[in-house]
Structure formats: C-alpha cells, structure tokens
C-alpha cells in the first residue's frame, strides 16, 4: 500500500499538494488575480461573485469560506488581490490560520495593469519560497477526505457510493478523517445517521441540521422536490429525493458518527462528520475544502468533470457506460461491481488506495485538466 | 457610427460569439472553448438546484446576456444533469430570435470532445458573423444602461436620440448589469462613488465613471474617466459605440454576479 506523504505546515496541519493560491478578495479583483495566476509557473486562481458589499448579512460565512479555502493545508502561499485596505481584515483572517499571506491591493497600483505586474512578481517570489518544501511521511490522522456524489443515478446507491463508504470505514479506522455534506441530500436518512452518533449531543445535532433545512424550505414556500431529484437524476432512474438520499448515506459506510459541523468549519478530532452544506456539487465542494479536506472523493453517475482548484477531486463512476463514455474526466469506474468483476469490498479497497496515491502525489483527471470549479455559498436573500 | 444588424431588427456594437455555460460545473470547458477559439464567456457558480422564483429568475438572466444585441451568436455549453437543462436553455435562447448552438458534456462523452465541439461552433458562428457587413447605426437603435439613477446624464443621452434604461432597484452595480444587458442595453455606464471599484461585463462594454477623486486616483487605469461632465460622459459612450474598447474591455473583465432569489438547494 502507498505511503502516505505530504507537505508539513507550520501550523500543524499537513497538506498533500502544494499550490501557490491567487485569491480575489472581491468581485472587482477576479481579473487581475486570473492574469497574475496565468503568467506564474505552479499558482492556481479561482474567481467569485463576492462583491464584499457594506452591510451584506452573509460577510461572515464567505469569510470563513474564503479563509477556510485560503488556509486548507494544500495551498503553501496565498497571493491575496484586494482592492484597498477593507480587504485587510480577510488578509489577517488567513494569517491568523497560520497561512503564509501577501494582501495585493490594486488601489496602490493604479488599478488592474500595475496590480498585475506588481503581482506577477510577489507571485513568483512566493513560488519559489514554496518550493523548497518537501513531502515527508504524513500520519493518517492528518489526512481529511470528503465524501461527494454529483448526478446520481439509481447505481449510485449500490456500487460506487457504499463502495467509497467501505474506503470511508477503513479511513477512519485507520484514524483518519472523512466529510459526508449535502443536507438536501441526506433528507430520509437523519434517523440512520443519527443513530451512528458518538453521543446524544451529535445525534441531536445530525437530525437538527436536516429538520432545520426542511424548515427553511418550507418558509419559502417552495417545494423541494422542483430541484430534488435533478433532471439527470430522473433520466438516471432515481424517483425521490429520499431514494435518492439513502444512497448518499452509504458514501459514509458504518463508522461512528463523530460530529456535525458548520459550512466551511473544520473539525477538531478525526472520525466521521457530517457537513452541513447544499446539494449543489461545487458549494459543497468549496465548503468541505474551506473545512480542512485535503482530497474529494466525488461519485458521479451521470458524469462530471468537476476539479477544485486546490485539491485533488478523484472520480468514481457508478456504471461503466459513463465511465467510458467520459474518457479522461473520470478516475475509477465502481461499475465493475456489477459486472462481477470487482466486489464492493474489493473496490472500496481499490478506492482506499487510490485516495492514498492521489495524496501521495499522483495526479487526478481533474488536476490534469485544470478544472477549478468555485461557488460562494450565500443564505441571505 | 456603425453596428451589426441581428435578425430581430437590433443593432450590436459589438460583434461576440458567447460561450455561456449552464451551469457552473461546465464553466471550466467554456473557458476553454472561449479562450482556445477566441470567444467571450462568463463564469457563473449556478444553474443547479435552484427553486421557485429563483430558477426563473437565473434561466432569465442568463437568457437575457445570451440575446444582448452585442452577440451576433451563443454556444450554449451544457453539463446535462442540471437544473437548468443546457438544451431547454438553447432552445430558449433561439425562440428570442438568436443564433445558438449546444454542446453537452455528458452528450458529447466527456470534456474533450465538448471542447472541439465548442470550437467548432464558435469558428462557424465566428465566419458567419465576419461574412456581414457592417451597417449605419440609428440612433434610435442605441440603448445606455445606466447602473445607477442621474437625471441630467439621462436627459443628455435621451438628447441624442439614444434610449435610456435604468437598473431595477434592490441590485448591486454588477448585478444591475446583468439586468442591463438583458434589457438591450450595447453599453453600459457604471457611476461608482466612494470605495467602488470599477467592474466589466463579458458582453456589454461598461464605462466606468469614478465620481470619487480617492477612488479614481487609485485606480485610475481601470476607469473611463474621472469627475467628468455630462457632456464628457456623453462623448465617451459615443466613442464607445463607435468601436473604442472601453478600459473593462483592454483589461478583459467580466465581472458576471447574479442577483439570487433564494438559496441554493
């Protein structure tokens, strides 16, 4: 089995890739920070929506989403393209991570050109100060994995998502970390996580957070079932969202349940949680990142080429007509399992190993193809 | 002055082919498309599990930027397992009288070949558009979006024969130009005051006028211009609309934020 390796923090924490990250703090910085990432060998760029307006009710989620995603152990140095100094307090926030930051702001710059070819210079020296890192032998319970299923079919539930569960119990029995999340998804199956709870404190918290969403569903006055399942997931064979929501559970195998946590809040202890974030795969993705994931495990029926510009997204096919039909987007193909090639514990072996070698450093299709999906998770409207 | 006639009777002043994804998780194949073919596109983070309101809502604004009269044709790039369904958005986007074609990530078998699909698309739309001539601008075709209410700047572009449309209320600036760019409007003038920075549109050249000294000093280069007059500001959208990129087109801002009506699912 692999070793597994990676970069040790300063702060403790040990990432398995070592990014230089240009992030805008601001709408209005998504331009310069594209060009500065482009022009420098080795740094990655994401782009947002967030205009950091006066006032917006939702500062303090996406400051600890931008944070949290700025601090994840993967990124060695954060090239941070604010407008002036109201984007200092994000600067300090990522500091205050024990993250390595340099706040660009384009306003001492003249605008987007100078920011630019200030920006390309700071980003190179940061480059190179970041490479001298080396990976070293990481323990296990330093590593975070997410636990992702986006454009489910009915397959979902009965190879590749009890498949990764299978990766899941042995990951944190080995005293790892792993992160199921989408809420909306797990409607139907609070009762049977809640009964997995370490204490009673958890299991009240995992039925709260899907009471809660239901809650807040219904103050809309909206039906969920109008986004729950997705077209894809009815052209799949999935015909509720609590059919649906059970086979997302199974991504989480039987470990104990040690905790529910916040959007974009990383957890204390290893063990199994439960994040609570929207269905949608790029939110949830940016969110199990921001809290501390290092690697995404991310089951597709349907088949997507999602990446996140941070971390390794490995893909898992349900069935192996996607799988194939999606050649280079796609990692591992769990339909095997149907075919009687492969069993379920034989493949959530192979999973369990392949999260280790794309943590140890081999690359996923995603990273090759540079995907770098990002969303803001808002709650405010 | 000179623009590009569409088949539904408006005129463009800008003559793009809109690679305009979905949903967000096609966003990384349109930026591919657009920059390996030389399109514009917009990056979004929605189009999946919307409700209600907000689903219409975010189908009409995307469907707004993809008929803007600046774009002379759109390849709609799907993921195909979204909300809102790539293809029904296509075919939307063509009833409103534009060109446009569809590529589907999961139709087409996987990133690559969505990518050389989209190409192709782009190039064809890209000779058909180059193949026609430009033609006379009226001015009662030019449409000013104005990001924020000033009736004396109104009443001199009204003076010139131009209509005016103003952003609806409740939006931030970037927002408001989505909103714009779906009313019709070829340009955009952005009046930013104390500690607003300048934004850009995919489609819509966006003047952007600095009506704060500090803010304009310090970020000169990216605004049009500074505590300008009206008949300055007059001036600049005609020279806008006569072809001169406006400073969010040299630096290749598309600053697209969607004004949401309910969280996402």
């Known amino acids: 089995m692999t070793e597994l390796t990676g970069y040790r923090r300063a702060n403790g924490t040990w990432g398995v890739r070592n990014h230089l990250l240009v992030l805008p703090a601001r709408t209005a910085a998504n331009r310069a920070a594209e060009e500065i990432a482009d022009a420098v060998e080795g740094a990655v760029s994401v782009t947002h929506e967030w205009e950091g307006l006066p006032g917006d009710p939702d500062a303090g989620l996406v400051a600890r989403t931008l944070t949290g995603f700025a601090a994840n152990p993967n990124v060695g140095a954060v090239l941070l393209v604010g407008i002036d100094d109201g984007d200092r307090p994000l600067a300090r926030a990522i500091a205050g991570r024990g993250q390595t930051v340099h706040l660009l702001a384009m306003a001492e710059h003249g605008g987007t050109a100078g920011a630019v070819a200030a920006g390309v210079g700071i980003a190179e020296r940061l480059a190179t100060s970041i490479a001298g890192w080396e990976r070293e032998p990481m323990p296990l319970s330093a590593l975070a994995v997410g636990l992702e299923c986006g454009g489910s079919d009915a397959l979902s539930g009965i190879t590749a998502n009890p498949a990764l569960g299978i990766a899941s119990d042995r990951l944190v029995a080995a005293g790892a970390t792993t992160m199921l999340s989408e809420v909306p998804e797990l409607v139907g199956a609070e009762e049977i996580l809640a009964a997995r709870a370490i204490n009673d404190d958890v299991a009240r918290r995992m039925v709260a957070v899907v009471h809660d969403f239901e809650r807040s569903v219904e103050a809309l006055g909206v039906d969920i079932r109008g986004a729950q399942p997705t077209p894809g997931n009815i052209d799949g064979g999935l015909t509720t969202i609590e059919e649906k929501s059970l086979g997302a559970a199974k991504k989480a195998g039987n470990a104990p349940l040690t905790g529910v946590v916040d959007f974009a809040e990383p957890p204390t202890i290893p063990g199994l949680y439960v994040m609570d974030t929207p269905g949608h795969d790029i939110e949830q993705m940016v969110g199990l990142v921001a809290g501390g994931c290092q690697v995404v495990a991310f089951t597709t029926g349907r088949g997507t080429p999602t990446g996140s510009a941070i971390a390794p997204c490995l893909k898992i096919s349900t069935n192996t007509a996607i799988f194939e039909r999606m050649e280079g987007d796609i990692d591992l193909d769990a339909g095997a399992i149907l075919t009687g090639e492969e069993t379920l514990q034989s493949m959530g072996d192979r999973i369990h190993d392949a999260i280790l070698e794309v943590a140890a450093g081999a690359p996923t299709c995603s990273e090759r193809r540079g995907n770098r999906e990002f969303a803001i998770r808002r709650t405010h409207y | ?265």
């Not at chain 2, 070949?113 to 989209?118: E, F, I, Q, W």
């Not at chain 2, 952003?167 to 409007?185: D, F, K, Q, T, Y």
């Not at chain 2, 952007?208 to 600049?236: K, N, Q, T, W």
């Open chain 2, 1 to 265: 002055m000179t623009g590009r006639r569409r088949p539904d009777g408006r005129y463009g002043v800008r003559d793009h082919v809109l690679v305009l994804p979905s949903v967000v998780c096609s966003t990384n194949a349109a930026e591919t498309i657009a920059r390996e073919s030389g399109a514009v596109h917009i990056t979004h983070q929605h189009g999946c599990l919307h409700v209600g309101d907000d689903l219409r809502h975010t189908e009409g604004a995307l469907i707004g930027t993809a008929t803007n009269p600046n774009v002379g044709a759109v390849v709609v790039v799907s993921l195909g397992c979204e909300t809102i369904q790539g293809r029904r958005l296509a075919r939307r986007i063509e009833d409103a009288g534009q060109r446009v074609a569809f590529v589907g990530i999961q139709a087409e078998g996987g990133t690559e070949r969505a990518v050389a699909a989209g190409r192709d698309a782009v190039a064809e739309f890209r000779e058909l558009l180059d193949a026609a001539p430009a033609e006379p601008l009226p001015d009662d075709a030019v449409v000013v979006g104005l990001d924020r209410p000033d009736d004396a700047l109104r009443a001199a572009l009204e003076a010139r024969g131009w209509q005016v449309v103003d952003a609806p209320e409740g939006l931030s600036a970037a927002e408001s130009h989505v909103a714009l760019a779906g009313a019709g409007a070829q340009v955009i003038v952005s009046l930013r005051g104390a500690g607003e920075a300048p934004l850009g549109f995919a489609v819509c050249p966006v003047v952007a006028v600095g009506r704060d000294p500090a803010m304009y000093a310090a970020l000169h280069d990216d605004f049009d211009l500074g505590e300008a007059g009206v008949d300055e500001v007059v001036a600049r959208v005609e020279a806008t609309l006569a072809g001169e990129p406006t400073a969010s087109e040299r630096r290749g801002a598309r600053d697209f934020v969607l004004h949401r009506l309910a969280v996402t699912m």
